[in-house]
């Protein structure tokens, strides 16, 4: 368990500080603070792939997962403008678009272990990206999951707005899911150079 405590919390930490990041808008409203730092949760992961194996990656998953459960329980109870910071269907979409794509991180990366030593990070964190955003934005925000909680108004994510105050006319809640994915392609293609060099000294230090 102790070779694990440094990805746990580093997990914990990731999560905790997106948690708090996504409550600061910048970008004109179309990017959050937290979308900088919850891509280097799929770092963690696969360096944690990489050294320790599957088994050891999928116990600091859970352990990230529990970390932003807790988070939207503290969340929910504290009151902003609008109401509680976390709302129902953002707990709900958080901790399943966390989860599954991460677990599905897990398999495609152990897939590809074998392969190039870029290739199974790349490719892993590419399609966890993609999921996650998919699963989070639409669950959130799409107005064909309202029945998740009725309560909630989500009617200003869904207005039709140009896409990054330019572009072609999209749910706003569209838009702000592409510039979040575009934030992880781009943490993603960078996070190569520290995983190469996290493994390699992680290795080397276990050896």
Known sequence: MTRLLPGVLAMATIVVASNIGVQYIIADGWLTYGAFTYPLAFLVNDVMNRVYGTDAARKVVFAGFVTGVIC?????????????????????????????????????????????????????????????????????FAAAFTFIEPTNDVSWANEALPLFGFG???????????????????????????FRVLVHKTITKSA
């Open 72 to 140: 939207s329980l503290i969340g929910s109870q504290i009151m902003g403008e609008f109401g509680p910071l976390v709302t129902l269907r953002i707990a709900i979409a958080s901790g399943s678009a966390f989860l599954i794509a991460h677990l599905i991180d897990l398999v495609i990366f152990n897939r590809l272990r074998e392969k190039a030593w870029w290739r199974a990070p790349l490719t892993s964190t590419l399609v966890g990206s993609t999921i996650d955003t998919a699963i989070f934005f639409s669950l959130a």
């Open 168 to 194: 072609p006319k999209l749910p706003y809640w569209v838009g702000l899911a592409i510039a979040d994915y575009g934030v992880k392609l781009m943490i993603g293609l960078a996070a190569l150079v520290p």
